[in-house]
């Protein structure tokens, strides 16, 4: 599962394993505004780079291309 696809994600677990969809709920949002900006408008290389240093190991384990904010 990854965060990205967590609702189709958990869809498709609940269909495998036969049981009734959950769904997610949503928590917080009305503190996330930014939440209707695509993430790339906040990730420059710099930033990018202090993101990647502090969870390079979770980018490892999950498989994520470090590159991935460019858009």
């Given at each position: 599962?990854?965060?990205?696809?967590?609702?189709?994600?958990?869809?498709?677990?609940?269909?495998?394993?036969?049981?009734?969809?959950?769904?997610?709920?949503?928590?917080?949002?009305?503190?996330?505004?930014?939440?209707?900006?695509?993430?790339?408008r906040?990730?420059?290389?710099?930033?990018?780079?202090?993101?990647?240093?502090?969870?390079?190991?979770?980018?490892?384990?999950?498989?994520?291309?470090?590159?991935?904010?460019?858009?």
């Amino acid at each position: 599962m990854r965060y990205e696809h967590l609702d189709d994600d958990l869809e498709q677990l609940c269909a495998d394993l036969d049981l009734e969809n959950g769904a997610l709920g949503t928590y917080k949002s009305a503190s996330r505004s930014h939440r209707d900006q695509p993430f790339t408008r906040y990730y420059n290389k710099e930033t990018a780079q202090v993101v990647a240093k502090a969870f390079g190991p979770d980018f490892a384990m999950l498989d994520y291309d470090r590159s991935s904010w460019k858009g």
